[in-house]
């Protein structure tokens, strides 16, 4: 009955190992977490601004000849690209907007807003738009900027193949100066969202003839490039000569690559860094009352979409769809899976963000466990439904897809969960076959984008392979009309239309969250945080 | 009393009980309590055990149970493990998780085993090319970390319960095999095998009436520390995302989705990873009971 020295130590060794274990997954628990935020992108081809509308402090009116003092350090992922027609992740998007600028911004209203255009008008039959350039702008390398540079960076963008922006700018007929500071785009077909595509992602101006835009920063932007480390940082440093009056506030932003949003919230906390906007609302609820840092979150018109293939059975009976429709509790998804953050989904890519084109009457019906199970009985599942749901690892769709599971259990639906690793759900297109299945849209500035590419007859990442004449007329008018009255009912029509047989359900809209360091203020949050801008944030600490 | 002891000749007489038998199985049971640290470890792997049977009878809340009121709530009275971030009682879902763990650790372990155990047998007995060959392909299968062969391995087979099974037998297999072959090496010259050979006796006799016996302890103590690997292995695969999927009570399934709340939740966490080191600390003490029993 007694140990051996032997054995005891052994005891203890195993004792060791195993506790030591323990501690490693506790630790690890600690310092890692999901790695990707409610809000992010499945794709960024398009210009995603949008939301930005709480500020985190109120900026003051900035001087003529401000001083500009302090470096803001911002976390954010390892960029990969740089060269702007190849961007697409936040972090490059967030890297490229202040080495250079847009012709075109996208306020918080989701209104158009100068930049390097400083007015612009259309001629009435929406075919030709004429921009007025700012004066006095200059290059990084102290050359003058003019018309032909966006000339030049326009052609680049519609005539590259292989890049997103060469199927956005087909419509594009010519780009031509018709001025030192004039430049006149003419257009195939008439675009109500014109503006927007100009300030799309990829479309900041490059100095004409540039060739070496993936290894260098020439740009007009508030900030000049002084250090950029891959897979480390990127230094900038204010340009004195921003055409901006005051603008940039701060004397240098710091973008440190953090490939974990858990690690990026920790350096917060410590002070290692100002300002992560990445990060999951688990991460987020964790900051909120933290001495010396301002949390925030702002609407935007990203969302899980869960979504049932419609071309074959069993979705191909509206039935079906409209019984899980009615056995998922929206409500409770948003409060149990985004802990109340975001808005209330409607089954519908317009949300409330969209001011002018959500309609709030459009509203699925409420949760009816008896009616669900009934029209399931009538499409021949009386004795329940067994259906794999697909959903990638990333931010809350795995819980999303447990609660679901729960939810339609109760209905006779017995759902198994798949969850796959990102880079494999969307690998081979796998995301576009599977009969149900979860995926995350980003926020886009205006709604047409979700309807062309998701959900018209034939489109791209039409995933839920819907096909509906009433549907594909209703989205053609609301994407081609000029008259805004047509738009806004066409907008409406598709709402109701969604929520009547649309074969997907959108439970909520996500929050697009920000932390900062009291030392900071004047920063406006953006629905898509690449789109951030920091030339109004300025320091204010000691 | 020739007829008796006859009788105690023929141990698989199904007619008889054997004596032996008994008093083999109250030595073992004996063995598994002769120390206090084997004690507690046997204690609480049957403590786990009987969990594992009866968790749908005791846990007060059902395995995938959502209360959304009650949603992230401490330890209370209602929950005595606390809830997790969507309302579900993680002492139920821990309670449940015994069996999901146990199951699918010990019939991977006890497949692995015993295909281990034929392969090693033959391989060792056979020896020559057979044997090269046999142990050069299973070099090449340890020369993996387990891990990573069994992430391997999930990356073709797909994330599912049934794939972690076949997992466990393909990275355990040679283990065992290679104890195995050891033991048979040792044996295979001694005199009684050779006396078997010159007998006559069949191959399956050799193999399985004289050179296994030997292997027994050395295999139950193997078998023993396996079962505590795979343990450790279904729960790192669950929490790697990449093993039995949600909203499975895998316990390391649950470390792995409590983690992006353990700032609020630590509850969520600290239970089933407690389970994990639990059950592996007993499993362990136990094995060493196992090893003195057998020694013994």
Redesign the interface.
């Known amino acids: 009955?007694?140990?051996s020295g032997t054995?005891f130590r052994?005891?203890n060794k195993?004792?060791g190992i195993?506790?030591i274990?323990?501690l490693l997954?506790?630790l690890?628990?600690?310092t890692?977490?999901?790695a990707e935020t409610p809000g992010e992108q499945v794709e960024t081809s398009d210009g995603a601004t949008a939301g930005g509308v709480e500020e985190v402090t109120s900026g003051e009116v900035g001087d003529t000849k401000a001083e500009r003092v302090g470096t803001l350090r911002v976390a954010m992922q390892p960029i990969v690209n740089i060269d702007p027609i190849a961007i697409s992740s936040d972090s490059e998007v967030l890297v490229a907007n202040h080495v250079y600028d847009y012709l075109i911004d996208i306020d918080s209203l989701s209104n158009p807003v100068p930049r390097l255009a400083t007015e612009w008008k259309t001629s009435e039959d929406g075919l030709t738009y004429t921009l007025e350039l700012a004066e006095g702008v200059t290059w990084h390398d102290g050359s003058p900027f003019s018309a032909q540079d966006v000339v030049w960076t326009f052609d680049r963008l519609r005539t590259t193949e292989g890049t997103p922006t060469f199927d956005l700018y087909s419509n594009i007929t010519g780009v031509e100066a018709t001025g030192g500071l004039e430049v006149t785009f003419t257009l195939a077909n008439p675009n109500p969202f014109f503006l927007y595509d100009l300030s799309d992602n990829h479309a900041l101006i490059l100095k004409a003839g540039t060739t070496d835009a993936d290894t260098t920063f020439n740009g007009t932007g508030p900030f000049k490039v002084k250090n950029y480390s891959p897979e480390d940082r990127i230094e900038m440093v204010a340009n004195e000569d921003y055409f901006v009056l005051g603008q940039p506030r701060l004397a240098g932003v710091d973008i440190i690559f953090f490939n974990d949003d858990?690690a990026a919230v920790e350096a917060l906390r410590g002070g290692q860094i100002d300002l992560a906007m990445r990060m999951?609302t688990?991460?987020f609820?964790?900051l909120q009352d933290v001495p010396g840092i301002t949390t925030s979150s702002i609407p935007t018109n990203g969302f899980d979409l869960i979504r049932l293939r419609s071309d074959r059975a069993p979705g191909n009976d509206p039935r079906v769809i409209q019984a899980l429709k009615l056995a998922t509790d929206r409500e409770?998804i948003l409060?149990?899976?985004q802990?109340g953050y975001g808005a209330l989904g409607n089954d519908s890519p317009i949300g409330p963000l969209y001011d002018a084109y959500h309609d709030e009457t459009a509203i699925p019906p409420a949760r009816d466990v008896e009616a669900a199970r009934a029209l399931l009985a009538e499409a021949g599942y009386a004795d329940g439904m067994k259906i794999t749901l697909h959903t990638p690892?990333t931010g809350g769709r795995?819980?999303l897809?447990?609660?679901l599971?729960?939810q339609w259990a109760e209905v006779g639906v017995d759902v198994?969960?798949?969850?796959?690793?990102e880079s494999v759900y969307y690998g081979d297109d796998g995301w576009l076959e599977v009969d149900l299945g979860i995926t995350g849209w980003g926020s886009r500035p205006y709604p047409q984008f979700y309807l062309d590419v998701m959900l018209v007859s034939g489109a791209k990442w039409n995933e839920s392979h819907f096909s509906d004449a009433e549907f594909d007329a209703l989205a053609a008018t609301a994407g081609t009309t000029l008259d805004e009255e047509e738009r806004i009912k066409a907008y409406s029509d598709i709402q109701h239309l969604l929520i009547e047989r649309g074969p997907i359900i959108i439970p909520y809209y996500f929050a697009q969250f920000g932390a900062i360091s009291d030392n900071f203020s004047g920063l406006s949050l953006n629905a898509f945080a690449g789109r951030t801008d920091f030339r109004p944030v300025r320091f204010v600490g000691n | 009393m020739p007829v008796q002891s006859k009788m105690s000749l023929t141990p698989d007489s199904p007619l008889s009980v054997n004596p032996s038998r008994i008093s083999r199985w109250a030595g073992a049971f004996h063995a598994l309590f002769?120390?206090?640290?084997t004690a507690l470890g046997t204690t609480i792997v049957l403590i786990f055990v009987v969990v594992a049977f009866i968790a749908p009878l005791i846990a007060p809340y059902g395995v995938?149970?959502?209360i959304?009121s009650d949603?992230r709530q401490a330890p209370s009275a209602d929950h005595w493990f606390g809830t997790d971030?969507?309302?579900r009682d993680v002492f139920s879902r821990v309670l449940y998780g015994a069996s999901d763990i146990l199951f699918l650790a010990g019939l991977g372990t006890a497949m692995a085993v015993m295909c281990g155990t034929a392969v090693g047998l033959l391989s060792g007995y056979a020896g020559g090319m057979v044997d090269e060959i046999m142990m050069r392909f299973f070099d090449s299968l340890l020369a993996m970390p387990a891990l990573l062969l069994a992430l391997l391995l999930l990356g073709t087979l797909g994330?599912s319960r049934n794939s972690v099974f076949i997992v466990m037998v393909i990275v355990y297999t040679p283990i065992v095999a290679r104890v195995v072959r050891s033991v048979v090496l040792s044996v295979r010259s001694k005199g009684f095998v050779e006396a078997a050979r010159l007998q006559g006796e069949s191959i399956e006799w050799v193999l399985f009436r004289e050179i296994l016996p030997s292997v027994t302890p050395t295999l139950a103590v193997e078998a023993a520390l396996r079962f505590s690997y795979a343990i450790?292995l279904v729960a790192s695969l669950g929490?790697l995302?990449v093993g039995v999927?949600?909203?499975s009570p895998n316990w390391g399934l649950m470390?792995n989705?409590?983690?992006?709340?353990?700032?609020?939740l630590p509850w969520a966490?600290?239970f089933p990873?407690?389970a994990?080191?639990i059950v592996?600390?007993g499993v362990?003490?136990m094995a060493?009971g196992v090893k003195r029993l057998l020694q013994a």
Request: with cysteine; net charge negative; glycine share 4%.
């Open positions: 009955m007694e140990l054995n052994l005891y195993r004792l195993t506790l274990f323990v997954m506790a690890s628990a600690c890692r977490g999901t858990a999951s688990a991460l609820s964790s409770a409060n149990v899976v802990q690892d795995p819980d897809a447990a609660v599971k729960e198994e969960i798949s969850v796959e690793p | 002769s120390t206090k640290a995938n149970e959502q959304y949603a971030h969507l309302g994330p450790f929490f995302g999927q949600p909203p470390v989705e409590a983690r992006p709340h353990v700032g609020q966490l600290f990873a407690a994990i080191a592996v600390i362990n003490l060493d």
